[in-house]
Structure formats: structure tokens, C-alpha cells
């Protein structure tokens, strides 16, 4: 298959419009992203467009979430494998981190994506 001038352009064009669309989705999802952090009962739901330091208190000690440049991390708990910290960032629809030690968990929400109807909804 042999493919024309026009044929090209019509790629091109498709390419860059496709491109464009994705850019510009996702820096609509960014802005509207937020982290829902529960403790002791409580539920704390901060922006991830807003930086800042959380000091929790838990059972165990205090554990610290940062809140940076979109994503939320442990940065530091006083559990004994610290598998929260190591865990990383989170900034996507649906994507969660714990310190089950602490009882503290955090997820994210608040995107487009998680308008629709998922498996979880009956």
C-alpha cells in the first residue's frame, strides 16, 4: 500500500488533534484532583493543587503526609517497615496509600473519571 500526500496530511492532522484533546484533558483532571485522608474517625479532604505539610497523630506515633505538586505521599510515619513511605506518590484517580500501623489512609478522587459507573456500583 502506497500512501498519498493527502494521506499524510489527513495522519498528521489526526495526530496532532488527538494530541491536543489528551493534552488538554489532562490538564483539566490535574486541577480537580483532591486527597481524601482518614484518622481516628476523621476524614480530611485538602486540594492536591495546594501544597502542604499534615501531622497526623495514631496509635503508634505521628505520621506526615506532604501534599506536592499534585500528588500525596507519606513522607514519614513512626510504623516499624515504613512500608507507607515507601509506597510513593499518589495522584491518579483511585490510587490509595496506608499506614495500616497508624490507622491513617489516604486516596484520591475528584477526577473526571470517576463520574461514571464503575464495578463497585450496583
Same mark, same amino acid.
Given at each position: ?47 492536591? %493543587?495546594? !501544597?502542604?505539610?499534615?501531622? /497526623?497523630?495514631?496509635?503508634? +506515633? *505521628?505520621?506526615?503526609?506532604?501534599? #506536592? ?6 513522607? %514519614?510515619? !513512626?510504623?516499624?517497615?515504613? /512500608?507507607?513511605?515507601?509506597? +510513593? *506518590?499518589?495522584?491518579?484517580?483511585? #490510587? ?27
Amino acid at each position: 500500500m502506497k500512501l498519498r500526500f493527502f494521506d499524510i496530511v489527513a495522519l498528521i492532522f489526526s495526530l496532532t488533534v488527538f494530541l491536543l484533546f489528551t493534552a488538554y484533558g489532562r490538564s483539566l483532571n490535574k486541577d480537580e484532583g483532591y486527597v481524601i485522608i482518614e484518622s481516628s474517625g476523621d476524614q480530611l479532604i485538602y486540594p492536591l %493543587s495546594q !501544597e502542604r505539610s499534615i501531622t /497526623l497523630e495514631g496509635p503508634i +506515633g *505521628e505520621s506526615v503526609i506532604l501534599i #506536592e505538586q499534585g500528588t500525596a505521599r507519606f513522607f %514519614s510515619s !513512626e510504623c516499624d517497615d515504613d /512500608l507507607c513511605v515507601q509506597m +510513593g *506518590e499518589i495522584h491518579g484517580s483511585g #490510587e490509595w496509600a496506608a499506614c495500616l500501623p497508624n490507622r491513617i489512609f489516604l486516596y484520591t478522587g475528584g477526577f473526571e473519571e470517576d463520574q461514571g459507573v464503575d464495578s463497585g456500583v450496583y
